[in-house]
């Protein structure tokens, strides 16, 4: 079976064959190394978790744009040492970023799919302060774990994700990413990939829902693999009852696609603008800053800021078709949420939606344009989490390459 990695791709400190100095980077060996020159095109490192660097033609790793030429015995004891600080720097950057991105952010998330469910909510809790003393209350009431369920199943969701989207990349010609050279055949492939992967999660993107919305007054301890199951009773129609207002799973296949699609459209595209941004004006500054530590940091941070712009966007972007996807989900599931007014009670869900378009004429109708809206604030207090995490990141490492 075919290898689905682009011809562009290049692994940390690979470059291939089409690369002309790759024949130059060893004219000053001797022959009997022509063979290991051979094995180069084979060997490869895949990229690094968030924050690494995935090198394109071109570029060069930053260890080597500011260390002096390879000359004396020094050469060899600060190459390891800077190769060691900068991998060190990359893993503990991007582990913050994950950490807060899916844990510490948690919480963020299911206040405000509690908030968009909740049809007749009064408080909309568009800004922040509204909604961190609900918050309070509802830990306090409940307790801590109040505000972090459902969290593994998030995780299985995204593992669901992964996989189909490999699976499918390798069993059809769809590509997985998209390489420098790309056409419009390849892009229009690239997002039917994506399109399938959406439809084959969504049961189980359902299933994660009604675990992060559910009270925890009346839920018994889940387990993480429940996802799995209810997802799985879902399409075949098997588990617990669910009303008749139940919609089928292919009356949400358009909005589930739909906000999947737009949502990973607006993330690369803004990733990438942001992150071409950054890169110019890093190399702009290059002559005049020759900090090493400096180098070593805007090697991994360009990336995680770029992450977070993109994420930030097309989260306020597509809040409102969230809001209408989340509620279509959820409906005829029987499922029971805490009161997002005060904190200290439960309600049912009872909403009769026929579809997507009914369910925005309701929304609009009803609660009016800002019903869309409903727990926007958690928006401002999670992104303000992850900058506030970023940049305490940067800080601490900047010390740590300091003293080393």
């Not at 889940?222 to 075949?236: A, T």
């Not at 009303?243 to 949400?252: A, E, I, Q, T």
């Not at 589930?256 to 990973?264: A, C, K, M, P, S």
Request: glycine share 8%.
């Amino acid at each position: 079976m075919n290898s689905r990695r682009p011809d562009s791709f290049d692994g940390l400190g690979y470059r291939g064959r089409e690369d002309p100095s790759f024949a130059g980077g060893y004219s000053g060996r001797s022959c009997n190394n022509s063979s290991n020159i051979d094995l180069q095109h084979w060997v490869t490192t895949p990229p690094d978790i968030p924050g690494s660097r995935n090198l394109h033609y071109g570029d060069s790793t930053p260890q080597f744009e500011t260390t002096p030429a390879p000359y004396g015995d020094n050469f060899q004891s600060d190459a390891p040492q800077s190769d060691q600080l900068n991998r060190f720097a990359g893993f503990g950057i991007g582990l913050a970023s994950l950490f807060t991105e899916n844990v510490l952010a948690h919480p963020c998330i299911v206040f405000r799919r509690q908030c968009q469910v909740n049809y007749h909510a009064r408080f909309y809790h568009i800004s922040p302060l509204t909604a961190l003393g609900v918050m309070y209350n509802i830990t306090k009431s409940q307790g801590p774990k109040a505000l972090w369920k459902g969290m593994g199943s998030t995780f299985v969701v995204q593992g669901v994700t992964l996989g189909t989207e490999g699976i499918i990349s390798e069993c059809t010609p769809l590509p997985r990413e998209l390489s420098h050279k790309w056409n419009p055949k390849h892009i229009l492939g690239h997002l039917i990939l994506k399109s399938l992967t959406y439809v084959v999660a969504m049961p189980f993107y359902s299933a994660s829902l009604i675990e992060t919305v559910q009270t925890e007054i009346i839920r018994d301890n889940p387990g993480i693999l429940d996802c799995v199951k209810e997802g799985v009773g879902r399409v075949m129609g098997l588990g617990v009852p669910h009303s008749k207002r139940l919609l089928p799973l292919w009356g949400l296949l358009f909005p589930t696609v739909l906000h999947g699609v737009l949502h990973y459209i607006v993330t690369s595209s803004m990733q990438k603008l942001v992150l071409y941004i950054l890169r110019h004006d890093t190399r702009k500054h290059a002559g005049s800053n020759s900090n090493t530590i400096q180098n070593m940091l805007d090697a991994y941070f360009p990336e995680l800021i770029a992450s977070f712009a993109a994420s930030l966007c097309a989260d306020v972007l597509l809040f409102p078709l969230e809001t209408v996807l989340h509620r279509l989900h959820v409906q005829g599931t029987r499922t029971i949420i805490d009161n997002t007014d005060l904190g200290f009670e439960v309600l049912p869900i009872n909403t009769q939606y026929e579809g997507m378009r009914d369910c925005i004429n309701v929304i609009q109708r009803e609660e009016g344009t800002l019903g869309f809206y409903k727990g926007f604030g958690t928006i401002v207090i999670q992104y303000s989490l992850h900058a506030a995490v970023l940049q305490i990141t940067k800080m601490i490492y900047s010390m740590l390459l300091q003293n080393a």
